[in-house]
T-cell receptor
Framework: KNQVEQSPQSLIILEGKNCTLQ??????????LRWYKQDTGRGPVSLTI?????NTKSNGRYTATLDADTKQSSLHITASQLSDSASYIC?????????????FGRGTQLTVWP | EADIYQTPRYLVIGTGKKITLECSQT?????MYWYQQDPGMELHLIHY???????EKGDLSSESTVSRIRTEHFPLTLESARPSHTSQYLC??????????FGPGTRLTVL
């Protein structure tokens, strides 16, 4: 069964600190993995996307890593800001369908305190 | 990012009312999707479309229906809303096999 598991479920950090969010998946055959940021009451916005051959990708203070062998990914946030408070969702796509089926994790709810 | 719009953003209605949630995109994407998301939970695909006159049901059973008469428009309709339909509904569109852009969502509350 294709699944995406994220940890921790929630996280509270102080402004300026770094944090790392985890994602494990069982989706096969794997196409790509994407991290989304979803503010409360808004739609998800893509932060990074990685294919099988990519190990690391950065977008400003966000750095995602991918280990396709162990089927794990992480999202590292550097020097956190209050605006980073949001849900971070790991999404994995399979390449076994023409639909472009996405498998969603439940997200990690990050709260940044001043 | 694609331009994808949803209206209304918030809707509070009584049980038994018929409602239509609007979704429009201006990028000419063939594929469009509707997701349902409860608080703290993952997104569940309820409808999708490959293109005009194409609609399919997703993984999560839903009493809603959709139509795709124009490429840019993918409305979702509930004939008779119930409290169990209370949720956030997210529309998305994509051009490639897995590239999806999301709208801002409609938060529906049925009293």
């Amino acid at each position: 069964k294709n699944q995406v598991e994220q940890s921790p479920q929630s996280l509270i950090i102080l402004e300026g600190k770094n944090c790392t969010l985890q994602c494990n998946y069982t989706v096969s055959p794997f196409s790509n993995l994407r991290w989304y940021k979803q503010d409360t009451g808004r739609g998800p916005v893509s932060l990074t996307i990685m294919t099988f051959s990519e190990n690391t990708k950065s977008n400003g203070r966000y750095t995602a890593t991918l280990d396709a062998d162990t089927k794990q990914s992480s999202l590292h946030i550097t020097a956190s800001q209050l605006s980073d408070s949001a849900s971070y969702i790991c999404v994995v796509s399979d390449r076994g369908s023409t639909l472009g089926r996405l498998y969603f994790g439940r997200g990690t709810q990050l709260t940044v305190w001043p | 990012e694609a331009d994808i719009y949803q209206t209304p953003r918030y809707l509070v209605i009584g049980t038994g009312k018929k409602i239509t949630l609007e979704c429009s995109q201006t990028m000419g994407h063939d594929k469009m999707y509707w997701y349902q998301q409860d608080p703290g939970m993952e997104l569940h695909l309820i409808h999708y479309s490959y293109g005009v006159n194409s609609t399919e049901k997703g993984d999560l059973s839903s009493e809603s229906t959709v139509s795709r008469i124009r490429t840019e428009h993918f409305p979702l309709t509930l004939e008779s809303a119930r409290p169990s339909h209370t949720s956030q509904y997210l529309c998305a569109s994509g051009a490639g096999t897995s590239w999806q852009f999301f709208g801002p969502g409609t938060r529906l509350t049925v009293l």
